[in-house]
């Protein structure tokens, strides 16, 4: 199973929009509508932001929102903010396989 | 709240083994299904296993395949992974997780596991 395909980086300044691409195959991300993101700092745990492609848990700011097309799913972050900078990772599951995406990290500049 | 709790980690010679344990705590564990997930150093996230909540079946990734055994003990509240015939790639960061439907929900600090000769 390949891992699935993120930007390695994007960037953007406090107060703006950005948006991570996650692409994958019909058989992980287009194929079911499990696909979560992770937001993680260095030296800490990841954190769950997105399930079930739009869902945010109990916590997560609205500022995060999920959405998918086809293959690809998408992660955008409105309101950019200093504490936002992290590495963040999309993840699908393949029937009885799971796959991650190799991550981006958000710089906010 | 849950709480993850790792630990086994530890410096091994290739070839070597090692068990991994995570204790949880704050949620009805037996209820879960749940997930151990890597990160080598520098890299990213790699799913590794997953146990459903009674046990029945066990799932890995194909480099692990025949080499780790996931396991939990539902009247202790611990996941367990059972690595054997390390390998320097094995190397990094193992976190255990609480899953929710298809997805890691909650994660624990993680267990550093380094392969070295």
């Known amino acids: 199973q390949s891992a699935l395909t993120q930007p390695r980086s994007v960037s953007g300044s406090p107060g703006q929009s950005v948006t991570i691409s996650c692409t994958g195959t019909s058989s992980d991300v287009g194929g079911y509508n499990y696909v979560s993101w992770y937001q993680q700092h260095p030296g800490k745990a990841p954190k769950l932001l997105i399930s079930d492609v739009t869902k945010r848990p109990s916590g997560v700011p609205d500022r995060f929102s999920g959405s998918k097309s086809g293959n690809t799913a998408s992660l955008t972050i409105s309101g950019l903010q200093t504490e936002d900078e992290a590495d963040y990772y999309c993840y699908s599951y393949a029937g009885y396989n799971w796959v991650f995406g190799g991550g981006t990290k958000l710089t906010v500049l | 709240q849950v709480q993850l709790v790792e630990s086994g980690g530890g410096v091994v010679q290739p070839g070597g083994s090692l068990r991994l344990s995570c204790e949880a705590s704050?949620?009805?564990?037996?209820?879960?299904?749940m997930y151990w997930v890597r990160q080598a150093p520098g890299k990213g996230l790699e799913w590794v296993a997953f146990i459903p909540f009674d046990g029945s079946d066990q799932y890995y990734t194909d480099s692990v395949n025949g080499r780790f055994t996931i396991s939990r003990d539902n009247s202790k509240n611990t996941l367990f992974l059972q690595i054997n015939s390390l390998r320097f790639q094995d190397t990094g960061v193992y976190y255990c997780?609480?899953?929710?439907?298809?997805?890691?929900?909650?994660w624990g600090q993680g267990t550093l596991v380094t392969v070295s000769s």
């Open positions: 704050g949620f009805t564990f037996r209820s879960y299904g």
């Open positions: 997780a609480k899953g929710n439907g298809w997805w890691p929900e909650h």
